[in-house]
């Protein structure tokens, strides 16, 4: 499972379960004032899913989800 992890740590967790990523911003318009790296939020498929490869997760990351 993704969620909560930093963005960089969960591409690097995909990447070698070999399945590509993208993000899509998903915090609200405050959410750019807020420091810290972007956090995982919620993944497409979800966590536990079977997908065939090559696949691409994508995560909804935020400051705060």
Known sequence: DLKGRPVSAAKRAAAALGLQVAVNRSGG??????????RVCDSDPEAG?????????????????
């Open 29 to 38: 318009l405050f959410d750019d004032l807020l420091p810290g790296e972007l």
């Open 49 to 65: 899913s079977t997908v065939e490869l090559p696949a691409t997760v994508t995560l909804a990351a935020a400051h705060v989800c």
